[in-house]
């Protein structure tokens, strides 16, 4: 058998199950995905932030606390230290946040959000809230807990820490 004939053969036993439903299943993920990305970043750009830092806002905002680089760290998918450090230090630049050394570890800082940042905060999430809400709200509810079941099964088969019921995840806004 000809070398092109044997890898023609692996190529399409590798492929066997990516059908064409599955390319267009994935294609109309990735294109949801982007244009939610896309009008998600509009929202973001109007309130002067971008998504890293408005999930900071968010983090603190909603544990209503003293938060430590660590956690934030964790929350930013474990990015480099100095990479949460550089978000944070934009946060303070735009007075949405203050940092100062913990309490016990004076190697550690924690993160406080500041007036303007929880107002910075509030306002985003409204108009997040209008935004999405309007366009979830002509969805039927079955075809919203249907489609929500299929994206957890995919998320379910990728993730290191599966979804075992959506709504009490991290994932609720």
Do not use: C
Not at 8 to 22: E, Y
Not at 79 to 93: A, D, F, M, T
Not at 115 to 142: C, W
Request: aromatic share 8%; proline share 1%.
């Amino acid at each position: 058998m000809e070398k092109s004939n044997l890898a023609s053969i692996l190529q399409r036993k590798k492929n066997k199950n990516l059908t064409l439903a599955h390319r267009q299943l994935w294609g109309m993920i990735d294109l949801v995905y982007k244009d939610f990305y896309d009008k998600e970043s509009k929202i973001y750009d109007a309130g002067n932030v971008i998504r890293e830092e408005f999930s900071i806002i968010k983090h603190v905002y909603k544990t209503r606390h003293v938060v430590n680089y660590t956690e934030i760290k964790a929350l930013l998918n474990n990015k480099h230290l100095s990479h949460v450090g550089w978000v944070i230090k934009n946060l303070e630049k735009k007075g949405l946040v203050t940092t100062v050394k913990h309490w016990s570890d004076q190697r550690s800082r924690d993160v406080m959000l500041t007036k303007k940042g929880i107002r910075t905060y509030e306002r985003i999430s409204s108009t997040h809230n209008k935004v999405m809400g309007a366009l979830f709200s002509q969805i039927p509810k079955e075809q919203r807990e249907q489609t929500t079941r299929l994206l957890i099964h995919i998320h379910n088969r990728m993730a290191k820490k599966p979804i075992a019921n959506f709504i009490d995840s991290d994932y609720i806004q």
